[in-house]
């Protein structure tokens, strides 16, 4: 059984340790507790694990975040999946630092990497995983903050809230995303 796990994030040194490349970070993780090495690829960087039994696919996309459908679309494709078997890692504004979401569908909030997806796509009914990364910005500051460094407060709690989200993607491949939103969503 197969599983695309896709972290939203933007490629290039610039934007390695930003708030918007949470879901490069998430993959990272996960990557790194499965002793596995992404390579690059088409439309993306891709690393593959197995974890109880289960294939799991990342992708990092190559594309930069507002063009993430593109990648989205070309794995879903590749490997043969329904979206209800692919899991979008990314940031959110709108919830607190370090606050876990986890959704079997739903709006874009606002962003541009989930509102291409979904015009790509057709819908917005796909399992998607918001990693709270918070508001706290002037008006008109959103992209400086999202493409901003997490605070050192932020970059404290990261290994912990990253180790979090490693344990949510093993579990949605292994117990699915009903029995793993029970367990993890605002955790």
Known sequence: MK???IGLGNPGADYVQTRHNIGFMALDA?????GVAFK???LGDVARMKHRGRQLILVKPS????????SVRHWLDAEKLSADRMLIVTDDINL???TLRLRAKGNDGGHNGL???QAVLGNSAYPRLRFGVG????PGRQVDHVL???SPEEEKALPERLGKVVDLMKSFAFIGLQRTMNQFNNT
Do not use: V
Request: proline share 3%; charged share 25%; aromatic share 16%.
């Open 115 to 117: 509102k291409d997806i």
């Open 63 to 70: 594309t930069f975040m507002n063009l993430s459908g593109k």
């Open 30 to 34: 996960l990557a790194k507790d499965g």
């Open 3 to 5: 599983f695309l796990l």
């Open 135 to 138: 508001a706290d910005f002037g």
């Open 40 to 42: 690059a690829d088409r």
């Open 96 to 98: 607190p630092f370090g």
């Open 148 to 150: 901003g460094s997490f």
